[in-house]
C-alpha cells in the first residue's frame, strides 16, 4: 500500500527565500504539492489568481472559515491568510507531501491538529543579510519592510516550537537539506502505522499458521 504523504510546514521570516525553496523542492523531485492560500492581501505585481495565491475580500475569507474551509488561518501584517482544505487532504490522500508555506501562527495550530507534521524554520544566514533581500526585492515599501522586520523580531521568538532549523546559504544545499529531512521523518514509525499494523498482522498470521 502506498503511504500517505506527510504534512509539511515551511516557515521563516518573510525574506528567508522560502518561494525559491519550493520551487525547487517541486522542480526536482515529484513527491511534493505545494498548498495554495487564501488571502485577502492584494496581489503584487506579476502574482496571478490561483497560482501564488487565492486572492479574495475579507468577507468572502471570513464565510470560509465559518464553512469549515481552511485546515487553519491567521492574521499577519493586517490580513488574512489561511490554508484550503480540500487540496490538502486531496494530496496527502495521493501520497504527496504536502508543503504549507505559512507563518508561525498557522504552523503551531497544525502541530497542534496534525501531531505528525513535520515544522521547518528557513532562515537566512544572518538579519544583515536579511534586510539585504528584502530591500533587493523591491516589491515593498520602505514602510512595508519595517513592519516585516519588526514581525520577524517577534518570529524569532518561535523558533524553538519547529521540529527544524535550516539555514538558507546556498539554495541547492538548502533544497537538499530540507528533502533528507522529509524523507527521514516519513521513515519514523508514527508515520508507518499502517505498514506496522500489516507486517505485525502477517507475523502473527505465520504463528496461528503454524500451531
Ligand atoms: P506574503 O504576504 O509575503 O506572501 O506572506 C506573508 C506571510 O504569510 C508569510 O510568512 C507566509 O508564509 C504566510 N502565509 C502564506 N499563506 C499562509 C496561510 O495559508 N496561512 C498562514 N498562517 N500563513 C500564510
Do not use: W
Request: glycine share 8%.
Amino acid at each position: 500500500m502506498e503511504q500517505k504523504g506527510i504534512l509539511m510546514v515551511l516557515s521563516g521570516f518573510s525574506g528567508a527565500g522560502k518561494g525559491t525553496l519550493v520551487k525547487g523542492l517541486l522542480q526536482k523531485y515529484d513527491n511534493y504539492a505545494l498548498s495554495i492560500s487564501m488571502t485577502t492581501r492584494a496581489p503584487r505585481e506579476g502574482e496571478r489568481h490561483g497560482v501564488e495565491y487565492f486572492f479574495t475580500d475579507k468577507e468572502n475569507f471570513e464565510e470560509t472559515i465559518r464553512q469549515n474551509g481552511l485546515v487553519e488561518y491567521a492574521s499577519y501584517c493586517g490580513n488574512y491568510y489561511g490554508t484550503p482544505r480540500a487540496y490538502v487532504e486531496e494530496q496527502m490522500a495521493a501520497g504527496k507531501n504536502v508543503i504549507l508555506e505559512i507563518e508561525i501562527q498557522g504552523a503551531l495550530k497544525i502541530k497542534e491538529k496534525f501531531p505528525d507534521s513535520l515544522l521547518i524554520f528557513v532562515t537566512p544566514p544572518s538579519a544583515e543579510e536579511l534586510k539585504r533581500r528584502l530591500e533587493k526585492r523591491g516589491t515593498e515599501s520602505p514602510e512595508v519592510i519595517a513592519q516585516r522586520l519588526n514581525r520577524a523580531v517577534e518570529e524569532s521568538e518561535g523558533i524553538e516550537a519547529y521540529d527544524y532549523i535550516v539555514v538558507n546559504d546556498d539554495l541547492d544545499t538548502c533544497i537538499e537539506e530540507i528533502h533528507r529531512l522529509v524523507d527521514a521523518a516519513r521513515r519514523a514509525p508514527v508515520r508507518r502505522e499502517a505498514f506496522i499494523n500489516k507486517i505485525r498482522e502477517e507475523l502473527q498470521g505465520f504463528v496461528k499458521g503454524a500451531k
